[in-house]
Every structure is written in C-alpha cells, then in structure tokens.
Antibody, heavy 119, light 107 residues
Framework: QVQLVQSGAEVRKPGASVKVSCKAS????????IHWVRQAPGQGLEWMGI????????SYAQRFQGRVTLTTDASTSTVYMELSSLRSEDTAVYYC????????????WGQGTLVTVSS | DIQMTQSPSSLSASVGDRVTITCRAS??????LSWYQQKPGKAPKLLIY???NLQTGVPSRFSASGSGTDFTLTISNLQPEDFASYHC?????????FGQGTKVEIK
C-alpha cells in the first residue's frame, strides 16, 4: 500500500535551517510528483512547492522562493524539504503529499512533521 | 495566485443533518477542485477530486459539484465521524491554493 513516512519533530532557533524527509513506498517513486504543504497552529493549509522525483526539477510558491529547497533521492525513494532562515512564523506542521495526475489531486499524505521555531 | 474563499468558516450541526460548504475561486478553474477532510492532529484526507469525483473508500453521503468558480461539498445524513474540518483546493495552476477551511462542529 502507498505510504509516505516523514521524519520526526524538530526544534530550531530563529535563523537556523531545518530539513524534513518524506520516504515513499508502495508505488513507483519516480512516476508521481510530491508536494509540500504546511499548516501553522490553528490555521489553514498552505502550499509550498512541488518536486518531480524523476530528475528533481522543483517549483516553489513565491513567498518561499529563496528559502525553501526540495530535493529527491531516488535510491531511497525519499524527498527532502529544507527551509532556511527560520522565523517564529514558520512554526507549523509540514506535510508531504503525492500527486495523482489526470486529473491532478493529492491522494496520499504523510503523517506530518511539527517544526517549532523558538529562541 | 488564485484565491479560494470558503464559507462558512464554521458551522454547528446535528447527527443526521445535511450540511453544505461552498468554495469560490477568484478566477475560473474548470473542475480542478479537490476537497479534503482533516481531523485534529491528523493529515488531510482526500474526499473529492475533479470537483465531483468521490475518492475510493469515501462514503456516498459525501457529494460535491461545481465548475468554473463556484463549488459545493454536501454531507448528507451527518455522522459522528464527520465532525472535522474541510478544505477545498484548486489544482488548476500553481501555487495550488487552499480555502481557509470550514470546521463542522456538533450542535
């Protein structure tokens, strides 16, 4: 069965970086894009970016440009999301999600990773 | 960016009620619209894709419709496990924006 398993909770100080992993299984890893979405406490869902695991090309939401980097390791079927220059407003649960195409939608989600930014 | 506006932001309902949530896009998105259910502390779960297609395994009391800019999600015969938050998302163009969510609470 399809699974996306994310790394555990992280605590960082303002200005630091964090790297969250998302390990996929149960499907052909390089055939489906992976998206990242975050949710601040008590807030709605916010789309951050997308990566093509075949080749590694990525696209980011404008507000995260320059701070977020998505990478992929096909040998381990893992996608990584690195967010730099962290500030308190980046405290959120970060989710990876698999895209099903034609028509596009996010059919499987990771369990989420809480990133807390606090001095 | 395409803005998605959901209403209401919250509602109270009883078991057995029929509930309707609306989602409006700031520009036409054809039927590139998904609906998700989210329970506290859990990841979103896909309910509906392409505006009206029920995801496999989702109960038939969930239905949705719409095209262009206006969309609705309807839950018929509300069950205890349906008390949750619901989010719409456009997948017409990146960034794939979400509505602000609707919390369905027990009356």
């Amino acid at each position: 069965q399809v699974q996306l398993v994310q790394s555990g909770a992280e605590v960082r100080k303002p200005g630091a970086s964090v790297k969250v992993s998302c390990k996929a299984s149960g499907y052909s890893f390089t055939s489906y894009y992976i998206h990242w979405v975050r949710q601040a406490p008590g807030q709605g869902l916010e789309w951050m970016g997308i990566i093509n695991p075949s080749g590694g090309s990525a696209s980011y939401a404008q507000r995260f440009q320059g701070r977020v980097t998505l990478t992929t390791d096909a040998s381990t079927s893992t996608v990584y999301m690195e967010l730099s220059s962290l500030r308190s407003e980046d405290t959120a649960v970060y989710y990876c999600a698999k895209e099903m195409i034609a028509p596009s939608h996010l059919d499987y989600w990771g369990q989420g990773t809480l990133v807390t930014v606090s001095s | 960016d395409i803005q998605m506006t959901q209403s209401p932001s919250s509602l109270s309902a009883s078991v057995g009620d029929r509930v309707t949530i609306t989602c409006r896009a700031s520009q036409r998105i054809d039927t590139y619209l998904s609906w998700y259910q989210q329970k506290p502390g859990k990841a979103p779960k896909l309910l509906i894709y392409a505006a009206s297609n029920l995801q496999t395994g989702v109960p038939s009391r969930f239905s949705a419709s719409g095209s262009g800019t206006d969309f609705t999600l309807t839950i018929s015969n509300l069950q205890p496990e349906d008390f949750a938050s619901y989010h719409c998302q456009q997948t017409y163009s990146t960034p794939w924006t979400f509505g602000q969510g609707t919390k369905v609470e027990i009356k």
